[in-house]
């Protein structure tokens, strides 16, 4: 089965510092794997998806992911952040049973930028 | 934006109350889904559907019944809502497309208050 683990439930950051958000999966299968982000009181907006064609992966917002499977690793990162960047993020890996493809979520990271 | 539509969007209700969220899409999607968000555990499937009348269980569904008589339409059903129901429920829909597998795109929210 597959599962997702995000290391931290908490990241805070300063204003221009690099963001890394951790997320390890477990699949039996070749991953798709994915980065959401949630912004007080609002749904998830897709911020960038892995599907096997590059190992690192550009997102909106100027977020980046880097697929490592040897590590079984699907870190987020940022090279500078910004107040806006505040907001939780969700890793999430797509799991196939029967046929009907649905995500299995991480816990969550709340990230806390400081000025 | 995926064309997806929840309502209500804010409700509180009485022990004991049925509860219907209603989950509408305007893109034709084959694949849609219901999860709830609670702090610290996530986003976790309660049920999905892959089609009209096809329907499944996911993770957390006890407590929980849903309906699609068509496919624009998946409704989620609290028979009898207790206090434990109080969460912050979405919808998703899943598209698909050749070599990139599906992505799932989330609505706005329905925020649940049983008391």
């Known amino acids: 089965a597959q599962s997702v683990t995000q290391l931290g439930s908490h990241v805070s950051v300063s204003e221009g510092a690099l963001v890394l958000l951790r997320c390890n999966y477990s699949?039996?299968?070749?991953?798709?794997l994915f980065w959401y982000v949630q912004y007080p009181n609002q749904g998830l907006q897709l911020l960038l998806k892995?599907?096997?064609?590059?190992?690192l992966v550009k997102g909106i917002n100027g977020f980046e992911a880097e697929f490592k499977k040897s590590e079984t690793s699907f870190h987020l990162t940022k090279p500078s952040a910004h107040m806006s960047d505040a907001a939780e993020y969700f890793c999430?890996?797509?799991?196939?049973?029967?046929?009907?493809?649905?995500?299995?979520f991480g816990k969550g990271t709340k990230l806390t930028v400081n000025p | 934006d995926a064309g997806i539509t929840q309502s209500p969007r804010h409700k509180v209700t009485e022990t004991g109350t049925p509860v219907t969220l209603r989950c509408h899409q305007t893109?034709?999607?084959?694949?849609m889904y219901w999860y709830r968000q609670d702090p610290g555990h996530g986003l976790r499937l309660i049920h999905y559907?892959?089609?009209?009348?096809?329907?499944d269980k996911g993770e957390v569904s006890d407590g929980y019944s849903v309906s699609r008589s068509k496919t624009e339409d998946f409704l989620l059903t609290l028979e009898s809502a207790t206090s434990s129901q109080t969460s912050v429920y979405f919808c998703?829909?899943?598209?698909?497309?050749?070599?990139?597998?599906?992505?799932?795109?989330f609505g706005e929210g329905s925020w649940l208050t049983v008391v």
């Open positions: 998703a829909i899943s598209t698909r497309t050749p070599n990139s597998g599906n992505t799932i795109y």
């Open positions: 699949s039996s299968v070749p991953p798709y």
């Open positions: 892995y599907t096997s064609a590059a190992t």
């Open positions: 999430a890996v797509s799991a196939t049973q029967g046929g009907s493809e649905k995500l299995v």
């Open positions: 893109e034709n999607h084959r694949y």
């Open positions: 559907s892959y089609g009209v009348k096809d329907t």
